[in-house]
């Protein structure tokens, strides 16, 4: 019976988190518009990072409470499931045209901050210190940086988007709804991990697992419902934009944050899992590049590769 109270309440608090976060980045999206920020600057900071939310908070909660396998298993697990199932189903259902131009600077950041935390658990073994936590979180926050001023250099065009485009709701509500879901978001997130411990506790598993398939897939609802809608409106370089830019927030500032909480222990299986994860990044490439289109034997064959992966962390 405490299992399945466990699973009732893993179950709630993925509802709490994924309907708080949606809640937040709309809140979030309101105030920035009443303030006059630019559409571009929130669809690269506050939509990418608050689908996100669900990850940071996990990580940072797991970290709190000792959990340190399963702060990392959750951010290479989101990763790998954005990168190889999300992208993979959205070109299976919908074929995604890239235009490379509009994704590469971004892309690339993305494979050297997988690679530079791939490096650090081979070089820090079985904890990464608080350095390392650091240097990602550091190297984020220098990205964002670059990132919102190269934008507002280049499309100061975009300030039409300060137009709320029908009727907006009092700055104080949005203020109060983006900090009650914000309160909620923390709440759900502590729920989560506890249950999901319990969980991996009771039936024998790691917290790697857990992390890697429940946790990492339950946390990625938001990216999964975002992207699908983009590529069925045929927004491709916005799908893919999308997924690199929460894959970067996931792989820095969300182990960087949580890392200097407390140092992240470090399971041995993740090398695997990372090593997966950049060979997943670099596929994605190869698939955009072929034509330009990510078509639907391309998403098969990604969407195959994760559920095998998903097959092997399971079994074994």
């Known amino acids: ?59 940072v909660s797991a970290a709190i409470g000792g959990s340190g396998d399963l702060a990392v298993a959750n951010v290479v697990g989101s990763n790998i499931f954005n990168l190889l199932f999300i992208v993979g189903l959205c070109a299976l259902l919908y074929p995604i045209d ?13 494979v050297a901050a997988t690679v530079l935390f791939f490096a650090m658990v081979i070089v820090s073994g079985d904890t990464i210190p608080r350095l390392g936590s650091f240097i990602l979180l550091a190297g984020f926050l220098t990205y964002m940086a670059l990132l919102v001023r190269f934008t507002l250099k280049t499309k100061p065009e975009d300030d039409d ?3 709320s485009g029908g009727k907006a709701r009092p700055l104080a509500l949005s203020v109060l709804f983006a900090v009650l879901s914000a309160a909620a ?22 917290e790697r697992v857990i992390g890697l398939t429940v946790v990492a897939m339950g946390t990625s609802l938001p990216e999964l419902v975002t992207t699908l809608i983009a590529a069925r409106k045929k927004e491709g370089e916005f799908a893919l934009g999308f997924i690199i830019g929460s894959s970067i927030f996931n792989i820095m500032f969300v182990p960087g944050l949580a ?46 590769v994760y559920l095998g992966y998903m097959a092997f962390v399971i079994l074994l």
Not at 187 to 203: E, M
Request: proline fraction near 2%; hydrophobic fraction near 60%.
């Open 259 to 304: 890392g200097l909480i407390t140092p992240l222990t470090v399971e041995s299986g993740v090398v695997f899992d990372l090593a997966l994860l950049t060979a997943g990044t670099l596929l994605l490439f190869l698939f955009a590049r072929s034509g330009k289109r990510i078509v639907r034997l391309e998403g098969l064959a990604m969407v195959m």
């Open 161 to 163: 988007a300060r137009q």
């Open 98 to 110: 890239v235009n490379l131009s509009e994704i590469s600077r971004d892309y690339w950041i993305s």
């Open 185 to 206: 978001i923390v709440a759900g997130g502590q729920l989560t991990v506890l249950s999901a411990v319990d969980i991996a506790l009771a039936i024998g598993i790691t």
């Open 1 to 59: 019976m405490r299992i399945l109270l466990d699973i009732f309440l893993l179950i709630a608090g993925f509802v709490l988190l994924i309907k708080s976060a949606d809640v937040f980045v709309s809140a979030s999206v309101e105030i920035a518009k009443r303030l006059k920020i630019p559409k571009v600057i929130i669809a690269l900071t506050v939509m990418a990072m608050g689908t996100s939310l669900p990850e940071l908070v996990i990580s």
